[in-house]
């Protein structure tokens, strides 16, 4: 009995000994904020921007970027594109005679935030706008 006080007591100054440095006390870390960048503009990359804005998605997290499409080719070359190693998903419709569909999926939140900046929104059905994309490219 006295063996299970002492251990509540020490439970107790433990606990409040090391206020704010445990991981369940409710504290965070502050999150250093992932700096801008410019991506340079290539037909590869104009390529990708064009298959993200027709049949891409751009969650409502602030950093993953989906694309799908029934053509498994397209989304191998769109993966050359991005140098991903990411994985193709292949999905069925339930109790429907149609082929499969295709996604590939991948966070990067510095590509995000410049898809932002050049027009591409998530929910982009609804929100869609002109996209900046360079002369040269369009």
């Known amino acids: 009995m006295a063996e299970l006080a002492l251990r509540a007591r020490l439970k107790i100054v433990w606990s409040h000994d090391h206020v704010g440095s445990t991981p369940t006390s409710g504290t965070k870390m502050p999150r250093q904020k992932t700096p801008a960048k410019e991506f340079v503009w290539t037909p590869k990359l104009t390529y990708v921007v064009g298959l993200l804005v027709?049949?891409?998605?751009?969650?409502?997290?602030?950093?993953?970027?989906?694309?799908?499409?029934?053509?498994?080719?397209?989304?191998?070359?769109?993966?050359k594109c991005l140098r991903l190693e990411n994985?193709?998903?292949?999905?069925?419709?339930?109790?429907?005679?149609?082929?499969?569909?295709?996604?590939?999926?991948?966070?990067?939140?510095?590509?995000?935030?410049?898809l932002i900046f050049?027009?591409?929104?998530?929910?982009?059905?609804?929100t869609i706008s002109k996209i900046k994309i360079p002369e040269k490219f369009l």
């Open 87 to 114: 994985k193709i998903g292949e999905s069925y419709d339930k109790g429907k005679e149609k082929p499969p569909s295709y996604r590939v999926q991948f966070c990067n939140i510095q590509f995000y935030k410049w």
């Open 54 to 79: 027709t049949d891409g998605n751009l969650s409502k997290d602030g950093r993953h970027i989906t694309m799908r499409s029934s053509d498994k080719c397209m989304l191998v070359t769109f993966k």
């Open 118 to 126: 050049i027009g591409v929104r998530p929910a982009k059905t609804h």
